[in-house]
């Protein structure tokens, strides 16, 4: 067996098994899983004596239990090239912030975590091979990545924040200066929002 437990997990691995998690037949999930786990084809594993098939399923009972989560680290080395994380809100960029994005819409953890690691004495996006990176974040551990994702969370919602006060602030002075009913109503509207998703 290839994967014995959490450790020999990948975020590529991991992403694969979500994929197969997504299977609505149970059989499929699991014949995905052992194949996964074992790199053998859904083939081969369809293939197997059912004593051998039951034997593999026994070597997946570590997936039951959740994978521990590691706390955020300055620095990352992936395949021997060293990422610098960007943890602090005001070093952020613009284009890290629309690029995050983009990334999260299509829920591929590679691309948002390119957006936060940065090869060591590099700017964001400035001379580097930003697939190349995406490809080093696959081979990242997936309790590395679970970390970081909470802690991605964490700032976006800060950086929400941030833009919903600096836009409310905004429209409040362009509404009194023009004395806008439809700019104040705007605003409130926006307030409500706020107050649902605790920006406030």
């Known amino acids: 067996m290839i994967l014995k437990d959490w450790n020999d997990v990948t975020l590529g691995i991991w992403m694969r098994m979500n994929e197969i998690t997504q299977r609505e037949n149970e059989i499929e999930r699991l014949v995905g899983y052992v194949a996964l786990a074992n790199e053998l084809t859904e ?66 953890y590679s691309e948002m975590l390119s957006v936060f690691l940065i090869p060591k004495g590099h700017k964001y996006g400035d001379d580097y091979d930003v697939f190349e990176v995406q490809q080093d974040m696959k081979q990242m551990p997936v309790q590395e990545v679970l970390g970081l994702m909470g802690f991605f969370i964490v700032l976006y919602r800060s950086w929400s924040a941030a833009l919903w006060k600096y836009s409310s602030r905004m429209l409040k002075k362009a509404a009194k200066r023009e004395k806008s009913e439809e700019l104040m109503e705007t605003v409130k509207k926006m307030e409500e929002l706020a107050d649902m998703f605790g920006f406030r």
């Open 43 to 108: 083939e081969e594993v369809l293939a197997l004596p059912l004593d051998k098939f039951k034997e593999y399923m026994k070597g997946l009972a570590w997936m039951n239990t959740p994978p521990e989560i590691e706390q955020p680290k300055k620095e990352y080395v992936i395949n021997g090239h060293t990422y610098v994380l960007t943890m602090n809100f005001h070093q952020l960029t613009t284009a890290q912030y629309i690029d995050f994005q983009s990334y999260s819409k299509s829920e591929d």
